[in-house]
């Protein structure tokens, strides 16, 4: 598939450590941005700082007291989810996790609902009933959203075989962890994919834990996911998940051969979350050594830095889409802060029982 990418015949990694170094292409002047226009690099770029600024929003408010139930940042993973998705159009389907708002925004999800739905208000995306795990908009085909870990397989491929039954040619993207790899709901929606021959891509966003449980200490063999999928006949690659240029180059090639039948496939993102599981997270599992290992390449920092010395943007433009997302955040809260609450009476609509 992508070039810069392994392929599952490739030589996998040697060591069950995960190396933040996996990858230099982002340091090498990223062969494939000469593939994409300057507005679409530029894109790419305000995509994953929107996220990332949302998120440190969202932990603020989080602190405040603003938002409560769980909340899980994705912050450390932009690439991923905005390499992935942006060769989507309105045709596919986007399921995923409870690490949603980083999905949710990538494919284009409206960020003022969003936010307003994890301050639990009236004006958001689930009339503020679903909260950060629960993200959802079926306008946009963004499916949620689940908090049960596998919960999403099932779901992504029952709308993967109604694109194939109804000759459509969408596709459906499904992102995951690594902790959900040892749930039975997953091998067994990879074996019926395969079977039915669906159009549906398996994006591992493959972070190194699963809650405070390293791949390494739950997981027999080899530490590669992507290996394994072959053993279902699914085609499939790993991706440094902090490059996004990496990770969009291996989604449009899969994408584009998801549209021509040839599917199931997979790819295996290696990425990492700078922050813990979730907001109360102790991270007592890991040293921050590591965590600093990981954020020398973080994507929202390095992408645009090799844009501008690549003379591919100027600092001004990357400046300007900072300033603007800046504005855009502080818009969504306030938006968020000044929506009513649900009414009493609304408490039981919607709800399935
Ligand atoms: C069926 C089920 N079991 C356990 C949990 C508790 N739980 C929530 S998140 C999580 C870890 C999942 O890790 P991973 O799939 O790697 O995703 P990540 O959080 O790293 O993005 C667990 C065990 C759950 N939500 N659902």
Redesign the pocket.
Known sequence: MASQAKTKSGKPAKSAKRSAAASKSLENGATGAGSYSQDELLEMFRQMCLIRQFEIACGEHYAKGNIRGFL?LYIGQEATGVGALRPLTDQDYVVT???DHGHAISRGLDVNRSMAELFGRKTGLSKGKGGSMHLFDAAKRFMGGH?????QFPLALGLAFSQKYQKTDGVTVCF??????N?GLYHETLNLAAVWKVPMLFVL???G???GTAVERVRAGSPDFYTDVDRYGIDAVEVDGMDVLAVREAADIAIAKLRAGEGPLFIEAKTF?YVG?SYADGQKYRDQHEVDEWRRRDPVEAYPQMLIDHKLVSKKQIDQVKADVDAQVAAAVKFAEESPEPDPEELFDDVMA
């Not at 908090?147 to 919960?151: P, R």
């Not at 995951?176 to 790899?181: A, E, I, R, Y």
């Open positions: 899980h996790h409870y690490r908090a049960i870990v596998g919960g995951f962890g690594d902790g959900s790899t749930q966003e493959n972070n834990y699963g809650m979350r599981h």
